[in-house]
């Protein structure tokens, strides 16, 4: 299982960018998808995770700004963050779990920076 996740940069705060996330391989229907972020020197964290059912989590600091999405016929998961702040600053990663097991993508960097 392979995942390639495209759309960082650099945005000015307050700006929006989306995220997508594309797997391939063996994947089950049945599987979880979901973006995680790390800022330098902090630990790995969760952004949001939407199940192959469409059911979605969000954690409480993007709830009101973040919107998770994907397409089952693409594997592929988006991720739509609006009002970003400067300490949305981070590499983001998508995660996919399938088969009980955890494959994760190669991370894009998000700047939020005037």
């Known amino acids: 299982v392979q995942l390639q996740a495209s759309g960082g940069g650099l945005v000015q705060p307050g700006g929006s960018l989306r995220l997508s996330c594309a797997a391939s391989?063996?994947?089950?229907?049945?599987?979880?998808m979901g973006w995680y972020r790390q800022a330098l020197g902090k630990q790995r964290e969760l952004v949001a995770t939407?199940?192959?059912?469409?059911?979605?989590n969000y954690a409480d600091s993007v709830k009101d700004r973040a919107t998770i999405s994907r397409d089952n016929a693409k594997n592929t998961v988006y991720l739509q963050m609006n009002s970003l702040k400067p300490e949305d600053t981070a590499v983001y990663y998508c995660?996919?779990?399938?088969?009980?097991?955890?494959?994760w993508g190669q991370g894009t960097q998000v700047t939020v920076s005037s």
């Open positions: 391989g063996s994947i089950s229907s049945i599987n979880l």
């Open positions: 939407i199940t192959s059912g469409g059911t979605t």
């Open positions: 995660k996919l779990t399938t088969h009980w097991k955890n494959y």
